[in-house]
């Protein structure tokens, strides 16, 4: 079970780092280029907004099944864990930043539905989501992806 939810989690990343990237580029867009909100830019929301809460609920079930998340941390001590950049990684750095993302993205789609007119939804979707693509960015175990 743990190998399949592991490979579950790593391959939808590509798609959730995607979908992010191509939603902040497209509110960043919506932006500058002082277009009108349609449907097009609420489904790319949205669909950011889905497929980072279902990589998160993944990133969870992982990290309590998984012996580099919270087993890491029982087994061998929050003390040690920090010592090691490895196990602090998997154990601490990226489930907390992941969380922080999620957080931010749904503030983003959150405030960006309270808005009336294009310019203020854009912006808001602009912020939140280049915010937490960057975050997100910041925390994936790279060595992983590309071994």
């Known amino acids: ?16 780092v ?10 960043l867009a919506g932006l500058v280029g002082k277009k ?7 489904r790319l929301a949205l669909f950011a907004l889905i497929v980072t809460h279902l990589q998160f609920v993944i990133g969870m079930i992982l990290y309590f099944i998984s012996p580099l998340g919270l087993k890491n941390i029982v087994n061998s ?5 920090m010592k090691n950049s490895d196990y602090r990684l998997f154990a601490v750095e990226h489930p907390i930043v992941m ?5 931010l993205i749904t503030i ?3 405030k960006h539905k309270k808005k009336l007119v ?9 912020i939140f989501y280049s915010i937490a693509l960057i975050l997100m960015l910041s ?8 071994d």
Do not use: C
Request: a positive charge; hydrophobic letters at 50%; aromatic letters at 20%.
């Open 1 to 16: 079970m743990y190998t399949t939810i592991q490979f579950i989690h790593s391959y939808w990343a590509y798609l959730v």
């Open 18 to 27: 995607f979908v992010v990237l191509i939603a902040a580029i497209n509110s």
């Open 36 to 42: 009108e909100y349609g449907p097009k830019d609420f």
């Open 77 to 81: 001590g929050m003390g040690e864990v």
């Open 99 to 103: 969380l922080l993302t999620v957080v």
């Open 108 to 110: 983003g789609y959150s």
């Open 118 to 126: 294009s310019g203020p939804k854009f912006r808001a979707l602009t």
């Open 139 to 146: 925390r994936i175990p790279w060595a992983q992806w590309f």
